[in-house]
Each structure stands twice: as structure tokens, then as C-alpha cells.
């Protein structure tokens, strides 16, 4: 065995530990929550179709995308019951990060005035509540720059200031949002963001949701998302005080 220098190996240790031990960062755990349940199935879509099996298709696609970025995750599903939104993380409390899907509506007086068709587009919502507040708008905005850049276009109806919207846009570019009292993102222990993906109540929107093509584009879209949010952790989270809105 050739001798070693001392002083050579002080000077080598780190740089070789470094490269043994720094290696890709551990594979980010993803709790991947299917919006609602079989009994209350959400909104309903134009065609009639309910938003928990739109929910539940996008669900399991980006469960797939996120497993191709080399994330665990696990999926969060009501399977005959449903799950009361404060309980959604409680099977995993360790998770990294909790990414809640739904499909949206628009409130029964824009409907019934017919306007379903001026509602599209996607948004993104993130809780004062949240344990980890600061962490989730920063995987929030993640997501919202990976929809942009498959094309998508952020919704701006929940920011008007109409009674039972009035959700104040914290990055207007990227459709994020603040809804502090978001159960599902409050009580949860873990940082977490909820995506509506598209607006099922206008007829067009609809067709095009519930496209094989679709669904896969917006799931690599939120896993890319949030997989470069998790890899991005050492990073300072941003301060809470730049949040707008209602506390
Ligand atoms: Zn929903």
C-alpha cells in the first residue's frame, strides 16, 4: 500500500467526503391530494361530470410525473368515503410538501346570468395558516412559472372583490393567490399549495380538461414545479410580510 502524506490527506478529506456524500439531494416525498371524495363530489362540470374524477385523473398523473422526477409520493383519495380536508395530511405527517387538486366552478349567480364561458384558466392558493407559509408560496410560485411555460393562463376571478371571492392575488403574473382559511392548507403540518387546474363549468374548458393530452402536460407542469421547489429548500424562504391580504 503506498504511503500517504498527512498534510495532503487534511487538505483532500473534505473535498472527497464532499463528493461522496453531497450527491443528488434525497428524493422529495409528495403527498398528492385528489380534491373532495366519491359522496361530495365538488363542483360539477358543464357536461355533468363531477369534479372529483377530474380531480382524481390529474391526481394520479401527476402522482406518475413526479415518480419519473425520482419523488416518493403518496396519494391522498377518498376510496368510497371521503376525508374531511383538515385530515388530508394526517397519514403522513413527514411529507415534504402537500399538493391538493381541484377543478373549479364560478358562483351560481354568474351561471345563472350564463356566463360560464368567461371563466378559464388556472389558480393557485397558499395559507397565511400554514405551518410552513413561507415554503409554500415559494413552491406556489414554482408551480404557477411551469403552468405558465406549458402555456396555461392564470384566472383572475377569485381576486374580484365580490363576496365570497376577494382572494387577493400575492403574485398576479403567476396566479397565486392567499386563502388563509383553506382547511386542507391550514391544518396542514407540511408546506402546501392547492392547484384549481381549469374551470370546469365552461363547456370549452371542460373538453379540453379532460383531454389524455391535457392532463399530462399540466402534471409535468405542477411536478416540475415542485420537485425544483424541494430541491431548492436550502434556499431563505420568502418573508411572510410580502404576503398581501387578510390575516
Ligand atoms: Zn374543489
Known amino acids: 500500500m503506498p504511503a500517504t502524506h498527512p498534510g495532503l490527506m487534511r487538505f483532500l478529506l473534505p473535498a472527497l467526503l464532499s463528493l461522496c456524500c453531497a450527491g443528488?439531494?434525497?428524493a422529495a416525498h409528495v403527498l398528492v391530494d385528489a380534491g373532495h371524495?366519491?359522496?361530495?363530489?365538488?363542483?360539477?362540470?358543464?357536461?355533468?361530470?363531477?369534479?372529483y374524477l377530474?380531480?382524481?385523473?390529474?391526481?394520479?398523473?401527476?402522482a406518475r410525473?413526479?415518480?419519473?422526477?425520482?419523488d416518493r409520493t403518496t396519494r391522498i383519495e377518498g376510496i368510497g368515503v371521503d376525508i374531511?380536508?383538515?385530515?388530508?395530511a394526517a397519514d403522513a405527517p413527514e411529507a415534504d410538501?402537500?399538493?391538493s387538486i381541484h377543478h373549479d366552478s364560478a358562483q351560481a349567480r354568474f351561471l345563472a346570468a350564463g356566463r360560464q364561458s368567461e371563466f378559464a384558466g388556472y389558480s393557485i392558493f397558499v395559507s397565511a395558516l400554514n405551518a410552513r407559509p413561507g415554503r409554500s408560496l415559494a413552491c406556489a410560485r414554482r408551480i404557477g412559472e411551469r403552468l405558465r411555460s406549458a402555456g396555461e393562463r392564470p384566472s383572475d376571478y377569485h381576486a374580484e372583490p365580490v363576496e365570497g371571492e376577494n382572494h387577493p392575488f400575492i403574485d398576479r403574473p403567476l396566479g397565486v393567490h392567499r386563502y388563509d382559511d383553506l382547511a386542507v392548507l391550514r391544518h396542514a403540518p407540511m408546506p402546501?399549495?392547492?392547484v384549481e387546474a381549469g374551470v370546469i363549468i365552461n363547456p370549452e374548458e371542460e373538453l379540453r380538461l379532460g383531454r389524455q393530452e391535457t392532463i399530462a402536460r399540466l402534471a409535468r407542469a405542477i411536478a416540475q414545479g415542485a420537485h425544483a421547489c424541494l430541491e431548492d429548500r436550502r434556499h431563505q424562504e420568502p418573508d411572510l410580510a410580502a404576503m398581501p391580504g387578510r390575516f
Open 54 to 62: 377530474y380531480n382524481r385523473d390529474l391526481a394520479a398523473a401527476l
Open 192 to 194: 402546501a399549495v392547492l
Open 65 to 70: 410525473a413526479l415518480a419519473a422526477l425520482g
Open 97 to 99: 410538501l402537500l399538493v
Open 84 to 88: 374531511p380536508a383538515a385530515r388530508r
Open 24 to 26: 443528488p439531494a434525497r
Open 37 to 51: 371524495g366519491p359522496e361530495q363530489p365538488g363542483a360539477t362540470g358543464a357536461s355533468g361530470r363531477a369534479e
